[in-house]
């Protein structure tokens, strides 16, 4: 009866890691269709999770001596890996001197302001950038936060909001738009000589959002390269992971090289799981070099990110 339990048991669970290696190799061939179609980009935010998975099988399948098996989740393994391996890195610079720089998706959410406008307070940061603000939202923070005195308000009753503050002078340049709803922002800061792009990009649900996220990363790269010499700070929710298809072309679009996230970074969203666990959609891009920091959520289902940006060009 015990051998029989037994033999059962180890059934059931090979079953299951059979399932789950079918799932995890059908989630990474439909990926692959993500670059041609949007519903299929919803796959492919998930890399890091195939990953992850992939590794956990391999070894269970190691241990049971499963061969067919074993050969089967390592290729998954490697084939994610080769699409991380796409995405370059690169960051040598020194910090001679810096400023900071605060970016939340807050979720147009108005339960947690006093612990919000506290954080922020206690950041110290010059500049401040929020998306999903709405105009109740931006009544309590710019009451909270008097020290910034310079604003651009774009607050909506949706999720489309942007909300600017800052300690020093700032120019917006563009409002960009499309589908109704504004998508990014663009502004610049001379006492830095920089740029910052503020982006909430649609999730891509339906295939005009998918084309409009598209687009909009196409025109910042096209506008980029344009201008080398310019630096420059994105900034915001992208709705896609960076070992997504959408991410990896707008990398490649840009022809310098410049720095990025780390390529494992903490997630952001949604905020109530662990970070290693949640996806990494709120991005931060500079052709300077800067550290990031995952901050509270303060009631949003996105945590901030704190950014300590150097303040001087390569």
């Not at 390269?225 to 991410?247: A, E, H, V, Y």
């Amino acid at each position: 009866m015990n051998f029989y339990f037994s033999s059962q048991v180890k059934k059931n669970i090979l079953d299951f890691l059979d399932l789950t290696l079918f799932l995890t190799s059908g989630g990474v061939l439909i990926s692959f269709l993500g670059r041609y179609h949007w519903f299929f980009n919803l796959f492919d935010q998930f890399w890091s999770f195939y990953l992850f998975v992939s590794i956990v099988l391999a070894l269970f399948f190691i241990f049971l001596r499963k061969k067919v098996q074993t050969f089967l989740s390592v290729f998954v393994l490697i084939t994610c890996c080769a699409v991380f391996y796409k995405i370059d890195r690169y960051s040598d610079l020194k910090f001679h001197s810096s400023y900071k720089i605060y970016y939340h998706n807050i979720n147009s959410s108005n339960s947690s302001l006093v612990e919000l406008s506290y954080n922020i307070k206690k950041t110290n940061t010059e500049i401040v950038t929020l998306v999903e603000a709405t105009p109740e939202i931006e009544n309590v923070i710019v009451r909270n936060l008097v020290d910034y005195s310079n604003r651009f308000s774009l607050a909506r009753d949706d999720n489309f909001g942007f909300l600017i503050l800052s300690k020093i002078n700032f120019k917006l340049e563009e409002v960009y738009e499309r589908i109704g709803i504004p998508v990014y922002i663009k502004f610049f800061v001379k006492k830095y000589n920089f740029r910052i792009y503020l982006l909430h990009l649609p999730p891509p649900l339906w295939r005009e959002a998918w084309e409009t996220q598209k687009e909009a990363l196409s025109l910042i790269a096209n506008e980029i390269n344009r201008n080398k010499n310019q630096s420059f700070i994105i900034l915001g929710d992208l709705n896609m992971t960076n070992s997504s298809s959408q991410f990896q072309d707008f990398y490649r679009q840009l022809n310098p090289k410049f720095y990025s996230q780390e390529l494992f970074s903490q997630g952001t969203w949604p905020s109530f799981v662990p970070r290693y666990i949640s996806l990494p959609i709120d991005h931060v891009l500079s052709n300077r070099n800067f550290e990031m920091e995952i901050g509270p959520s303060a009631g949003s289902d996105h945590r901030s990110i704190i950014v300590k940006i150097s303040a001087f060009t390569h």
